[in-house]
């Protein structure tokens, strides 16, 4: 087939689409959902051949260059980014990062503001998703099966030394999975318990609530504005085991009011609790 009519078939299913999208908000939600995940593919496709190119294999300076790609990913859906407090990256040496986790376009608000040298925490079956997982494996992403309590322990304290002994900063999710009830789901220790064995800061990031350009009960997948602050780090020299409790809590609820101010919504109560607790957050692909 001659190259120009390839091009007006793809014109025309792209406007064929673009008209159902407009028509049902559900197919707009699967067709945006699934641009979301090609596009995925296709910066991994980009990503891998540079990074093995530029860096030879597995390390954490092939983050800059997912980064790159991954940044542009906000102009095919209208997204925006406001972020406040870069400078509270700016510690010397190691930290832990933690932010809240509402949806797999959190990948877009990561490589918005993420730091030089930082790694992710990522569950072990993402790296099952083929050239994506290829990408995160080379980036440096540390898998955990979050199925074996001890086998995840383990891991988290290898993190612990590691990454004092090579300057990286680790970026964890506390929550554990992803939550876009417009609430916090309870922390998950893990962060903190590393933060404490390093004996490394601790920066909270906050991201505002999605719910009012993306919601998967309501199918609903819009151009929106996310608004993202860093916090200022919070020190851990001196603290032991016994200081897991409060510090996981002191962040959890200086992150909660946060992101409750950065969501324009009232404070909330102690009492106020996630609206839909099993909403589904993404895509089958990725439970
Ligand atoms: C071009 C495009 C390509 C795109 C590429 C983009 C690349 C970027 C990739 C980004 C990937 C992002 C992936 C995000 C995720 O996958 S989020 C899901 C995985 N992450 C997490 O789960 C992290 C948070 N979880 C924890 O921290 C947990 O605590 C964990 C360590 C996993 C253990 O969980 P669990 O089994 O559920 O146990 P508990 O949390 O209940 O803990 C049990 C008790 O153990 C204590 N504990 C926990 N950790 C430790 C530790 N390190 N040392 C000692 N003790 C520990 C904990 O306190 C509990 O005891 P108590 O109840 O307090 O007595
Ligand atoms: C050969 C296998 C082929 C599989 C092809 C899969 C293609 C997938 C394409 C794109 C996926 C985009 C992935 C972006 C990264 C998302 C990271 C993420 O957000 O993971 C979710 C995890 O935090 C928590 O998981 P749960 O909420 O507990 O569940």
């Excluded at 980009?46 to 997912?66: E, Y």
């Excluded at 998950?188 to 009012?212: D, E, R």
Aim: with cysteine.
């Amino acid at each position: 087939m001659e190259p120009g009519w390839l091009l007006w078939g793809a014109a025309v299913l792209l406007l064929l689409l673009h008209v159902l999208a407009e028509l049902s908000p559900a197919v707009g939600f699967v067709l945006r959902l699934g641009w979301y995940c090609l596009l995925c593919v296709l910066g991994s496709l980009l990503a891998v051949p540079a990074c093995l190119l530029l860096n030879g294999g597995r390390t954490v300076r092939n983050m800059r260059i997912i980064k790159n790609i991954v940044k542009a990913f906000k102009y095919f859906f209208g997204l925006k980014f406001e972020v406040k407090g870069l400078e509270n990256f700016e510690v010397e040496g190691p930290a832990i990062v933690v932010s809240n986790h509402q949806s797999i376009l959190d990948m877009m608000g990561l490589m918005e503001v993420l730091p030089d040298n930082c790694v992710q925490v990522g569950k072990k079956e993402l790296l099952y998703t083929g050239i994506v997982g290829l990408i995160m494996y080379l980036g440096g992403v540390i898998f955990i099966n979050r199925k074996s309590t001890t086998s995840a322990k383990m891991v988290m304290s290898e993190v612990a030394k590691t990454m004092v002994a090579e300057n990286v900063k680790v970026w964890v999710y506390p929550e554990g999975t992803r939550n876009c009830t417009g609430d916090f789901l309870p922390f998950k220790k893990g962060a903190f318990h590393l933060a404490i064995q390093a004996q490394v800061p601790v920066i909270p990031v906050v991201y505002s609530s999605f719910t009012s350009f993306y919601n998967p009960k309501t199918k609903l997948f819009t151009s929106g504005k996310i608004k993202v602050e860093i916090l200022p780090p919070i020190e851990t020299k001196g603290l032991t085991s016994d200081d897991v409790s409060d510090l996981t809590d002191r962040c959890y609820h200086t992150m909660r009011e946060t992101f409750f101010v950065l969501s324009g919504r009232p404070s909330p109560s102690e009492q106020w609790g996630p609206d839909q607790p099993d909403v589904w957050c993404g895509t089958a692909l990725l439970v």
